[in-house]
Structures are given as C-alpha cells and as structure tokens.
C-alpha cells in the first residue's frame, strides 16, 4: 500500500525550483526518500497519546499562578535588551566589499521575472 503523505521525485523538484536549488542527477530521488523518513517520523509522533504527559519543555511559567524562571523555557534563555554602542557607519563601509550612498552593496539573489 503506497504512503498518501509520501513525498515523490517532482514534488521535490518542484521545491527545489521555488528555494532555487540545483540538484546533483539522482539527488531529488534521495531526497524524496530522506523527506518521506521524515514525514513517517512526524506522523509516528503525531499517532502517541500524551494525554496527562507533562511537557518537558515550557514556554511560560509553571503551574497555574506560580511566576518564574523555568529551565527549559524561552524566558530562561532570554537576556534583558541593553542599549550598546554600535559600529559608527563609517567604519562599518570601511570594511565592505562594495559600498554606494552610505549603504552595502551586495548582488542580486532573486531575478525578478
């Protein structure tokens, strides 16, 4: 029975095309299969019933009216915004490549079409 999530050859193509990637002969089929081993990994862990399984991992405080930092979480991991100097524009140009009216030049990514 064929995967109805499974990812195929031009579905990878595609995609490479739209992140303007070129692709070595043969490497959209390895990663159709490297994206469909992912998927099925995805979907095995979207299958567990974690109901009354505690997070591991939380974004806010911990329980209901406690306040804090937790380890693990994204407030534990944060700094406080302080205000510090910065390279003078000058300086920073000095060092690019390229440079034309007081800003980088860089070469174009995206053709616009």
């Not at 070129?22 to 959209?28: H, M, N």
């Not at 979480?73 to 060092?95: H, I, S």
Request: negative net charge; aromatic residues 4%; proline residues 4%.
């Amino acid at each position: 029975m064929a995967d109805e999530a499974a990812i195929g050859r031009d579905e990878v193509e595609v995609m490479a095309h739209l992140a303007r990637l070129d692709l070595a002969d043969g490497e959209a089929e390895s990663l159709a299969r490297d994206l469909g081993r992912i998927l099925a990994a995805a979907r095995a862990l979207a299958a567990l019933d974690l109901e009354g399984v505690d997070s591991a991992y939380r974004v806010g405080g911990g329980e209901e009216g406690e306040t804090g930092v937790w380890p693990g979480t994204a407030e534990a991991r944060l700094r406080p915004d302080e205000v510090a100097p910065g390279l003078e524009r000058d300086a920073a140009l000095a060092a690019a490549p390229a440079q034309a009216d007081g800003f980088f030049l860089v070469p174009t990514v995206v053709e616009r079409t």
